[in-house]
C-alpha cells in the first residue's frame, strides 16, 4: 500500500514541477513587475483610486493588518485615504510560479516622514492581459512596531 501512495506523490511532484518551468516568465517581463509596483505605489500616495484600478485585477483580495478582508469595489473606496502616505519596501523577495509572482518583505508607511506602519507582507501579482495585475495584499504589524505604540 505505500509504494503506490509513494509513487503517485512523486508522479504528482513531477507533473507540478513539469507544468511551473514551462511558463517561466522573460526578464524583460519581470523587469516591469517592478514597474508596476512603483505605480501601484504611486496611485496609493496619491489617493487616486482610478490609477490603482488601472494596476489592479478585478479578483484583488486584501486581508489587510487587522484582519479586515478588502474587494477592489471597497479598496477603491478607501484609496483617498491613502494621500500622502509614502512607503518604503525592504527585505523584499520574490517567487516566481508561471505567471503569478509573490512578492514580500517589510513595508514601512510614513505620513509627513513619522512612521505610521510597519507591516511585514505578501503582494500577488499576476501577469495576464499582457500585463501585470495586482491581485493580493496580505498585511500584518511587525512585532516592532506594536512594541513602539
Known sequence: MKRPVLIL?????????????DKQLSKKILKQLDEAEKEMVSA???GDSAA?????GSDYMDINAN?????????????PG???ISVIFSEQSQRVYGNFVLKNGRAN????????????????????????QFVHWQGTMT???LQMK
Do not use: C, N, P
Request: cysteine-free; proline content about 0%; hydrophobic content about 50%.
Open 67 to 79: 484582519g479586515t478582508k478588502v474587494t477592489l469595489q471597497s479598496m477603491l473606496l478607501g484609496i
Open 143 to 145: 512585532k516592532d512596531f
Open 52 to 56: 490603482f484600478k488601472k494596476i489592479a
Open 109 to 132: 508607511f510614513s505620513l509627513s516622514g513619522q512612521l505610521v506602519a510597519e507591516v511585514f507582507y505578501t503582494q500577488g501579482w499576476i501577469y495576464r492581459d499582457k500585463r501585470w
Open 44 to 46: 496609493l500616495s496619491k
Open 9 to 21: 506523490v512523486l508522479l504528482l511532484l513531477f507533473l507540478v514541477h513539469s507544468f511551473g518551468q
Open 82 to 84: 491613502f494621500r500622502d
